[in-house]
């Protein structure tokens, strides 16, 4: 425990007729905890929350969220300020050192991402391996794996060692992401270019070809780069969690990036952003308003869910999800810039933020809800956008991993369960079976 943790008095729990004093702390922006870390040595009773909805499972400086209020800060800093001013390697800087950088700082840190950005030439020929049609997720996820073949690490991991490795991870993703997305419509790899910033480069290696330039679009570049921004850190979530359990077992940091890509790319998670336009494509081509749609997502027995709506924290609404739908009313503005799928957006919006099953269980937009229009604005196909979303978590997974690194004492993650199985019975021979 770190000294900015305050102790309150004790909370007293009786158990079996025996009181057990248990620690009680307060946080900096006033979260009260019980520290249970104990209470299974001394009494035998383990807790029990699943899904850990009412469990810290760590302490953390990186980013504050209080959902109740819609609140979003990284070290400190509002989401809205830094969507508004900032940009997605400063934040980065941001999010792994703890300060927003110099300028000096900032140079350096985007040359190094610059000079980092191509992926051992070798990794070239497992992109052919992969059948036509792969969903991009899976290929991020096995090529950022990969890359621990190529960088080993030492057992005794060093300063320099690390900073390059959080350098290499930020760069390769976006390289591997383009390319996996370039082998997918069988055209030729795009190499990274020096001259050109995070995003820029991004998007080029995405739809430059060696016959035709891309034109960049300034609107989209800072459409996306307030994506990253917004996708950048959220906390103890499934995948930043995915990454510190992994990487509490001391595990090669690039296959713990590819569990954090893994955890992603499911549909509660960074998989609904894909889901949220699929959804809208959908109401579009049946030619409804959603009203259907959003029946469907009220009745239980149909699994469909209204995508892009709910979030296990914020009760309120998304801060997130504010500023992408003020972006994305700038982006359709835009003169000969519109999208039948952001009507449709805007609509759905409406009929479940009047509905009572939504306001009854706190459902708002989140942040998927919108990024998806403007991920689509930006011609960026459908199967991307989850990439797009691990390209932008990356910086916040490892500020996670390091900080984890260096805390006082790595413990690896080892949650108890309750045993619901069968009671002791003894092995019978084949015969024996009914
Ligand atoms: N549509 C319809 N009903 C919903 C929805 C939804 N999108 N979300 C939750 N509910 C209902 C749910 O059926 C349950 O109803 P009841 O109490 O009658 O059983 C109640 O609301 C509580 O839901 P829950 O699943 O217990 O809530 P949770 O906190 O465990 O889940 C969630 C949060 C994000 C997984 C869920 O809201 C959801 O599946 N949303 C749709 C998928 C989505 O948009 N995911 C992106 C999350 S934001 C990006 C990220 O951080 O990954």
Redesign the pocket.
């Known amino acids: 425990m770190t000294d900015k943790l305050k102790q309150l008095s004790p909370a007293i729990l009786t158990l079996d007729d025996k009181n057990y004093s248990l620690p009680t702390l307060i946080g900096i922006e006033g979260e009260k905890a019980i520290d249970i870390s104990k209470l299974r040595s001394q009494s035998s009773y383990v807790t029990l929350d699943e899904?850990y909805?009412n469990t810290a499972s760590c302490e953390s400086a990186i980013t504050y969220i209080d959902g109740e209020k819609g609140i979003l800060r990284y070290r400190g800093y509002p989401i809205e300020e830094l969507a508004e001013n900032s940009r997605f390697v400063e934040v980065a800087y941001l999010l792994l050192n703890g300060e927003l950088p110099n300028s000096r700082q900032l140079l350096e840190f985007s040359t190094n991402l610059n000079e980092s950005s191509i992926i051992p030439e070798d990794m070239h020929h497992f992109f052919n391996g992969f059948p036509r049609g792969s969903h991009p997720m899976g290929i991020l996820a096995t090529m950022v794996a990969s890359l621990s073949t190529f960088y080993p690490i030492p057992d005794r991991l060093d300063t320099v060692t690390e900073q390059q490795i959080v350098i290499n991870l930020i760069s390769q993703v976006r390289t591997i992401a383009a390319f996996s997305y370039k082998k997918s419509i069988g055209e030729p790899l795009v190499y990274p270019s020096y001259k050109l910033k995070y995003v820029r480069n991004f998007l080029n290696m995405m739809f430059s070809s060696p016959v035709r330039d891309y034109q960049l679009d300034e609107d989209i570049v800072r459409a996306i780069d307030m994506f990253l921004i917004l996708h950048a850190d959220?906390e103890q979530?499934?995948?930043t969690s995915s990454v510190r359990t992994a990487g509490s077992s001391m595990a090669n940091v690039y296959a713990v990036a590819s569990a954090g890509i893994s955890a992603?790319w499911g549909?509660?998670?960074?998989g609904?952003?894909q889901?949220?336009i699929q959804m809208l494509e959908q109401i579009h081509a049946d030619g409804g308003d959603g009203t259907e749609f959003i029946n469907q997502?009220?009745d239980?027995n149909s699994p469909?869910?209204?995508?892009?709506?709910?979030?296990?924290v914020y009760k309120n609404f998304?801060p997130r999800a504010m500023v992408l739908k003020k972006q994305c009313d700038k982006l359709f503005a835009k003169a000969g810039v519109s999208d039948p799928l952001f009507d449709i957006a805007r609509k759905l919006e409406e009929i479940a933020l009047k509905d009572d099953?939504?306001i009854s269980?706190k459902?708002y937009p989140?942040?998927?809800?919108y990024s998806g229009l403007i991920l689509r604005a930006a011609g960026i196909p459908t199967n991307m956008y989850t990439v797009l979303f691990a390209i932008g978590r990356m910086p916040g997974w490892l500020a996670h991993w390091r900080e984890m690194l260096h805390s006082e004492q790595v413990i690896i993650t080892r949650p108890r369960q309750i045993y619901v199985g069968e009671p002791l019975r003894h092995y019978q021979n084949i015969e024996q079976r009914p």
């Open positions: 899904g909805g959220h979530n499934c995948s992603l549909p509660r998670h960074g609904a952003n889901q949220v997502a009220k239980k469909s869910r209204l995508m892009g709506f709910g979030h296990r998304d099953y939504f269980r459902l989140n942040v998927d809800f």
